[in-house]
DNA sequence: CTATAAAAAGACAAAAAAGGTCCTTTAGGT
DNA sequence: ACCTAAAGGACCTTTTTTGTCTTTTTATAG
């Protein structure tokens, strides 16, 4: 169970490859795909994903391409699984108020909370400079 | 993402109804499945499972059902979910060595590895008689 | 020893989600 | 105008979830 999709995996992959790229290079989504292993159609949905919430920017036409929108050292590893997967969200309870009848009673939404609170922490403390690796000793 | 299923909210629910009921005491699949809302085929499969791993005792025929086969302050939230649900595992790396083919360089793996040991200590420290609350006054 | 009660086991099925493809449209460059 | 590449959307397949139903086993009661 809590497992991660195919969809963030590849996320993850598609962002390694861009984080390897020299600053400002882009590249096509057919490149990304063949090297890091990732049906190119599919990737091109993820890429538009990290669009739409600001990941990385895209450019159309002849040149065109995909490059991060800020440096690796900023951008988390809790940043990539959202926007493919959407918030961290254990469990029901936690979206809103009345899909948990129980609320207040419920003493099971409270250890729900933490453990979406500790997985946001450890996500969050993880950058994908750090994943990405080589490219930047020390 | 991350998201329990609703198998673990009943498997959580009809243990809970279990635990709020007089040592010794045996229910009927029916009797908890309508108490606590769950689909009583699917309850069924659910105590079954429960079974299996040993956490209820079960008895068939004439006066049969089932109990718990410890004291609730003995049975952790965890146990109950991966009764259900299998073993807390957020990215299928950490299930064998030859499926992340990364492996020691794969640096996502240990990321994976810091989450499922957090889950598990927040489950395993949460008992479901902290859980079914009322009957234990602190 | 037969009828009844209740869980166990397993086959089946509908619904939802995951995983992926393909085609058309839009935007940008030559 | 024509080419290139991403955006958007429709569509499809497979897998998982969420169940149901039927038959079998085990136990009890009369």
């Known amino acids: 169970m809590m497992e991660l999709t195919r969809k963030g995996e590849y996320a993850i992959r598609g962002i390694l490859y861009l984080a390897r790229q020299p ?3 882009l590249s096509l989504v057919g490149e990304i795909a063949a090297a890091s292993g990732v049906p190119k159609t599919f ?10 919430v600001g990941l990385v920017y895209s450019f159309r036409g002849t ?3 995909f490059s991060l929108a800020r440096t690796p050292d900023r951008i988390t ?29 419920c003493l099971v939404h409270p250890v729900w909370k933490r453990v979406r609170d500790e997985i946001v922490t450890i996500l969050d403390g993880v950058t994908i400079e750090e994943l990405a690796g080589e490219d930047h000793p020390t």
Do not use: Y
């Open 23 to 25: 600053q400002g290079k």
């Open 63 to 65: 040149g065109g391409g």
């Open 77 to 105: 590893l809790r940043e990539v699984v959202e926007a493919v997967e959407g918030p961290i969200l254990p469990n029901r309870c936690l979206i809103g108020a009345g899909s948990c009848e129980n609320d207040s009673s």
């Open 43 to 52: 990737l091109a949905k993820i890429l538009q994903d990290f669009t739409k």
